[in-house]
């Protein structure tokens, strides 16, 4: 109880595990300068892909919400991929880019932990918990390498501006309460399993980080 939500505590509970997500080397290599820009473009467009699966994921959301503020919380945020898609398109021209790649394994093995948290039977505060774990790591990690004293590349900039920005985080934020509401009237029973989906989109993040950055 008190001032903060499960997920604050979860946070605080997983934080290696957080970190690992959140300043992994892909991202601090942004922040710093040092990134290599094939692993850069190998991440665009394998997150194409992912955002591509991402789509049929928050509509099941827009689904299973009945308040009033949420189904709205969550259509904003199918408004946001559509302009997200679009994003894509541009930036992968921009840097020659061809988005019909192969997904690689780690990405499809978080395309399917997406497919499967979109069923209908999966609870609304377990799947509200990995929609703003998901959005929130990204946020995290981009806004890192927006934060004062980085040598971000001037071309990866839209790129973190996009989850980085101030109004993606009060996105975030509203996630949070929605999922902190969900979780303070759940059973036992899917609030363990909200954590462990948790700590799955935790490793899931790492693992896509880790993607970008081998060779194959
Ligand atoms: C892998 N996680 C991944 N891609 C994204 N675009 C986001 C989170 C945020 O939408």
Request: charged share 25%; proline share 3%; with cysteine.
């Amino acid at each position: 109880g008190g001032e903060r939500g499960t997920t604050a505590r979860w946070v605080e509970k997983h934080r290696p595990l957080y970190l690992q997500a959140t300043r992994h080397p892909f991202i601090c290599g942004i922040k710093d300068g040092s990134v290599n820009i094939s692993a850069f473009r190998r991440w665009l467009a394998q997150d194409y892909l992912f955002v591509r699966e991402f789509i049929p994921f928050i509509a099941s959301l827009l689904l299973k919400a009945s308040k009033e503020s949420d189904v709205d919380v969550v259509l904003g945020g199918i408004a946001a991929l559509n302009d997200e898609i679009s994003w894509f398109r541009k930036e992968a021209s921009k840097w020659g880019i061809s988005l019909n790649v192969v997904p690689q394994m780690a990405n499809l093995e978080y395309c399917r932990f997406l497919q499967s948290l979109a069923l209908p039977d999966v609870n609304y505060s377990v799947a509200m918990t990995a929609l703003w774990a998901i959005e929130t790591v990204y946020h995290e990690s981009f806004s890192f390498c927006l934060e004062g004293g980085s040598k971000t590349p001037d071309e990866l900039m839209e790129a973190c501006c996009r989850w980085g920005n101030a109004d993606f985080g009060q996105y975030c934020r509203t996630l949070r309460k929605i999922a902190d509401r969900c979780l303070e009237t759940s059973s036992g029973d899917v609030v363990s399993e909200s954590e462990e989906i948790f700590i799955c989109v935790l490793n899931f993040e790492n693992d896509f980080w880790n993607m970008s950055l081998s060779e194959l």
